[in-house]
């Protein structure tokens, strides 16, 4: 069972979290994703962050949350538009401690407030799970192209309370 660690907590993203950010991507699908994908498709999803501009931009444009232990960054949350999560990493040395779920737990209450009635997730095959035990259905498995590799991932969907039921 995750812990709940008593120095964990959660803050906006900010321009200048870009290079740790772009770490914890890297380090956590090296060490993290190892048991369903290859390392050629690996190399092909962490290098999705190679261009930093580009990836500093999408975090401050989309809704991105950062997940802190002692105050560092140890892990990020961003949601696409309304209703997609985009991306969710937690950096290995972090892991199993409660970061993901509490990352996950704030996007759904923003975006619920914000009136998403469900959340949408193109989950890994490793974070499949995780979603599942959170109350997300799976709704369809896709391929997807990421550079010269073909990546499998699920889409999966959660009901949100709404405003009413939440207060
Ligand atoms: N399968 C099943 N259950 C899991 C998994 C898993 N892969 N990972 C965690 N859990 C469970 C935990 O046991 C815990 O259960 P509990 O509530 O009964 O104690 C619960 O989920 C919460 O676990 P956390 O400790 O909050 O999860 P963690 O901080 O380790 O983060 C994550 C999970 C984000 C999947 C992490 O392993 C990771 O970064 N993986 C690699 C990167 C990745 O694949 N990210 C998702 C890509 S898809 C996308 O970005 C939309």
Known sequence: ?????????????????TTLLREIFRDSI????????????????????????????????????????????????????????????????AAGQGVGAML????????????????FVDASDNARGFFEKRGYVAQQRNTVSVGDEWLANTTLHKQLATKREAS
Not at 1 to 17: C, E, N, Q
Not at 107 to 116: F, H, N, P, S, V
């Open 1 to 17: 069972m995750a812990v709940a660690h008593p120095k964990l907590g959660l803050r906006p993203f900010l321009p200048d979290d």
């Open 30 to 93: 090296e060490e993290l994703t190892a048991d369903d994908y290859t390392e050629a498709q690996q190399e092909a999803w962490a290098s999705v962050a190679d261009d930093v501009t580009d990836f500093g931009n999408k975090r401050s444009g989309q809704l991105t949350l950062v997940a802190t232990l002692e105050g560092s960054p140890v892990g990020f949350a961003s949601l696409e538009g309304k209703d997609k999560i985009d991306m969710l990493y937690v950096h290995p040395a």
């Open 104 to 119: 996950i737990d704030a996007l759904e209450k923003l975006a619920g407030a914000r009136g998403a009635p469900k959340l």
